[in-house]
């Protein structure tokens, strides 16, 4: 079982930038971000294998760099250029054999 610890979340203004993070308490294959805005459907932020690859989604490429401490168990997303659409409860998974997901972390964008 692998236990996700989130960070990073807050408020901010359009324009501004937030750096969220996620320690995981073992070994995983992929980790990466989801968020979840109200009303809409849980989707994809940016994922970082273990292997270095990396997969944004369309509307965060440009904006959003994920990177990933594979020393640490931890991924990190700079998030730059932050729009009101952003905002989100914004969830951390692992994967190896099985997934695992943090309890989320708010991100709101005022506009």
């Known amino acids: 079982q692998v236990q996700l610890v989130e960070s990073g979340g807050g408020l901010v203004q359009a324009g501004g930038s937030l750096r969220l993070s996620c320690a995981a308490s073992?070994?995983?294959?992929?980790m990466g971000w989801y968020r979840q805005a109200p009303g809409k459907q849980h989707e994809l932020v940016a994922t970082?294998?273990?292997?270095?690859?990396?997969n944004y989604a369309d509307s965060v490429k440009g904006r959003f760099t994920i990177s990933r401490d594979n020393t640490k168990n931890t991924v990190y997303v700079q998030m730059n250029s932050l729009k009101p659409e952003d905002t989100a409860v914004y969830y951390c998974?692992?994967?190896?054999?099985?997934?695992?997901w943090g309890r989320g972390t708010q991100v709101t964008v005022s506009s």
């Open positions: 998974n692992a994967r190896n054999a099985d997934s695992y």
């Open positions: 073992g070994s995983t294959i992929i």
């Open positions: 970082f294998s273990s292997g270095g690859i990396t």
